[in-house]
């Protein structure tokens, strides 16, 4: 009797943990192991990873020449993570088991499990999920809840599968796959749930086998008090990232709604604010952008917990020197944002994000993707949730409409937003210059975005004369445009193009066009990009603008700053202070020192960078093409704490010295000689790079480099090929014009240029 006991508190035991699961043999290895990679990266993205050593085990075995032991490890591994195996025979009836995972939940957040679905029938339809505890009974397809469901007070759970990229809202036909089951818990404590599958009406197993009972346990989750101070002892706003000991984020990441993110495993918090973590051990690293020292800290919340406390430590603060930090390209809406169906989301949130990043400045850029709803937000000011000094405005990125093929632009500090002639999107020019010419007319900033798309160069040299595709949505275009002369507001010609965007795409593709057309004369600025949540989707301002700015800050003021240039572009651990050749600082005086001959300059600037104290292994050998783009980290020398600062002068480095990045920051000073009218700057590549001082000698214009100007005039010639295509036919005229244009400056600069 006493063994039978045992035996049946043994089975009991086993039933409430759910059973292993039988392997799955005869099945193709490439196809099932792709799925599988999507599977961990689905997994990772929503911030509910598989552990570390099962991950580095799967890959292993993944990479095995015995494919079927393989297929059997990679089962075996990922069957401890299964709440449900599914079952789906040559009939198209579906079964279901109870898998080896924890039945565990957490009061009102999301869980994650996997479902294992041995598919005999070779199914392609949807698999769907449905419980008479849920309160959204198979709720992607949309069904109504069952006659015999409970009423909806006793509806504790949700439930549904993760259905978005990389992973399918349909089964793929394979005879094995891993599914991700997402769950949600109003309740605390002890809740049972009873689960059923099906692909399609009519197609659950009969009796017993077409359900699954699971006993949940719901930890309660604890509200604590935030008490967040920056380092001035001041309420803040922080970004806190907070996993769990299996490598969860907290809150979850699944089904997030704004102002927290889904694609972020870093929320945003302000001093008072709650947050309710259940009981248990955690790692909470806390920041507030790039000039923060990050905090890393082990934290126990338990039934005694009621408050969480931080205070942020800085290594650097520009502002208080005078030099304001900003990103001119941040979205609302698109890309990784939610489209629908709120249509993006709304200043308050945005500002947010900015104000937990320490980014002063937000250009917050209307663009395709839900323009016609974002476009109410747009007010030719300030929006009203700027708080000083943290100040947000909508402006506009021609993108995803009219003259986006040939580049897109950024146009700030607009007066009107809409091109005349329609209300949306559809009657704008296909040639930038044209939205140049009404831009330019009301004052506006204007400069290409994301730089470096379509003019990739082979190598890392910089100055490249490789002659790149301009096939993209990058400054290509610009090649013409910058040309020009536009009339401004008061009807006199200024520079159609303002400045060009860095720090979001490859350095060397972005800097190389800058440096050949410097070298031509022109005087085109840099500002500093995050292209977020497309290009980059961390966070903001992944690449800043620091402008330098004597009196109270203002978004127009900002903005005259970068047109001027004033300012240094930076990923914000580098920076490049008060930059002087000679006694002109850059920005003031037009930028702009006159030599009667041929001599040396006093180059000075004030400079602190910042490394972690070990290495990134990984990033030496991260190709210039690979994210992230702009990094301290890829210029530290060797294993050192050190990084280059170099003077440019005419796209060459003319002076080095190694510099500690230790966060201090130090005076610099060179002697650097100049035989002819140059342009002169200052950089920490690929993380920092300052806007030039054009020396000019004996008032002779910068004509630095026949080969650049040579570079230029073919690279017009390969614009033309691969842009005249996409304008349209009643600006064709137009466009042929604007490139002959270019076609005559250019020849016009090259004979004048006596340098090779």
Request: hydrophobic content about 35%; glycine content about 8%; overall charge neutral.
């Amino acid at each position: 009797m006493r063994r039978l006991l045992l035996l049946l508190c043994a089975g009991l035991a086993a039933l409430a943990r759910g059973a292993e699961l039988l392997p799955v043999d005869g099945i193709e290895a490439q196809p099932f192991f792709a799925q599988v990679r999507r599977l961990i990266e689905a997994a990772d993205n929503l911030g509910t990873p598989i552990a570390p050593a099962d991950k580095t085990a799967i890959e292993h075995a993944m990479t095995s020449a015995d494919s079927a032991a393989a297929i059997q490890r990679v089962q075996q591994l990922l069957d401890g993570y299964c709440l449900f195996a599914v079952g789906i025979n040559p009939e198209m009836r579906v079964k279901v088991a109870r898998g080896p995972a924890r039945p565990e939940l957490v009061e009102q957040g999301w869980r994650q499990f996997l479902v294992k679905v041995h598919n005999e029938a070779g199914a392609t339809t949807p698999l769907r999920v449905s419980s008479p505890e849920s309160k959204q009974v198979f709720a992607r397809a949309g069904a109504k809840p069952p006659d015999n469901s409970p009423p909806l007070a006793e509806r504790w759970l949700d439930a549904h599968f993760h259905t978005v990229q990389p992973l399918q809202p349909t089964l793929s036909g394979l005879a094995l796959e891993y599914l991700l089951l997402e769950l949600y818990s109003r309740d605390a404590g002890k809740r049972e749930a009873k689960f059923s599958f099906d692909i399609g009406q009519g197609t659950q197993d009969a009796g017993f086998r077409g359900e699954a009972d699971v006993l949940f346990t719901c930890q309660t989750a604890r509200e604590l008090t935030l008490h967040i101070l920056d380092e001035n002892s001041q309420p803040t706003t922080v970004s806190l990232l907070i996993r769990d000991p299996a490598g969860r984020v907290h809150p979850s990441q699944i089904k997030r709604v704004a102002p927290d993110f889904y694609f972020h495993p870093q929320v945003y918090r302000s001093d008072g604010e709650k947050l309710r973590l259940p009981d248990g051990t955690y790692t909470v690293e806390c920041s507030r952008g790039p000039e923060s020292v990050p905090e890393m800290r082990q934290v126990e919340v338990s039934a005694e917990t009621r408050d969480l406390a931080f205070q942020i430590q800085r290594w650097i603060d520009p502002a208080k020197l005078g030099w304001w930090s900003g990103d001119h390209h941040i979205h609302a809406a698109g890309c990784a944002h939610y489209t629908r169906p709120t249509e993006g989301v709304h200043a308050p949130d945005m500002a947010r994000h900015c104000q937990g990043e320490d980014l002063k400045v937000g250009a917050n850029l209307t663009w395709g993707p839900c323009f016609d709803y974002q476009k109410q937000f747009f007010t030719g000011k300030e929006d009203k949730v700027s708080s000083y000094p943290y100040l947000l405005r909508y402006d506009v990125e021609v993108s995803g409409f009219g003259s986006h093929r040939s580049g897109h632009l950024c146009l700030l500090h607009l007066r009107d937003q809409m091109y005349p002639g329609g209300d949306s999107t559809a009657h704008w020019p296909t040639l930038c210059l044209n939205t140049l010419r009404w831009a330019k007319a009301q004052g506006a900033l204007c400069g290409p975005a994301h730089s470096g798309w379509g003019l990739k160069v082979d190598g890392a040299a910089l100055p490249s004369y490789q002659v790149p595709p301009f096939d993209g949505i990058g400054a290509n275009e610009y090649i013409v445009d910058v040309t020009h002369q536009l009339p401004g507001p008061d009807g006199k010609l200024v520079p159609a193009v303002d400045f060009l965007s860095t720090v979001d795409t490859p350095s060397v593709w972005e800097l190389n066009i800058w440096y050949h057309t410097l070298n031509a004369g022109f005087r085109t600025r840099i500002s500093g990009e995050t292209d977020f949540p497309c290009i980059y989707g961390e966070r903001v301002g992944l690449g800043r603008s620091y402008v330098k700015l004597a009196g109270k800050l203002t978004y127009d003021d900002w903005c005259e700053a970068i047109r001027r240039g004033s300012n240094y572009v930076s990923d914000g651990r580098s920076h490049l202070l008060d930059f002087k050749v000679g006694d002109v600082a850059m920005g003031e005086k037009q930028s702009e020192l006159s030599l009667t001959h041929p001599g040396s300059v006093k180059v000075t600037a004030r400079v602190a960078a910042r490394l972690n104290e070990k290495p990134d292994p990984a990033m030496p050998h991260r190709p210039l093409d690979q994210k992230p783009y702009w990094d301290i980290e890829r210029a530290r020398i060797g294993d050192s704490r050190e990084v280059a600062l170099e003077v440019i002068v005419n796209g060459y480095p003319v002076s080095r010295r190694n510099v500690v990045a230790d966060g201090q920051l130090r005076d610099v000073t060179f002697d650097i000689p100049i035989e002819r009218s140059s342009w002169v700057a200052l950089r920490i590549l690929p993380s920092s790079h300052s806007n030039p001082v054009f020396v000019l000698v004996d008032e002779q214009p910068i004509r630095a480099s026949r080969r650049s100007a040579q570079w230029c005039l073919s690279g017009v010639d390969q614009c033309r090929s691969q842009k005249e295509k996409l304008i349209a036919p009643a600006e064709l005229e137009d466009a042929r014009a604007a490139y002959e244009h270019a076609r005559k400056a250019y020849r016009k600069i090259l004979a004048e240029c006596k340098a090779e």
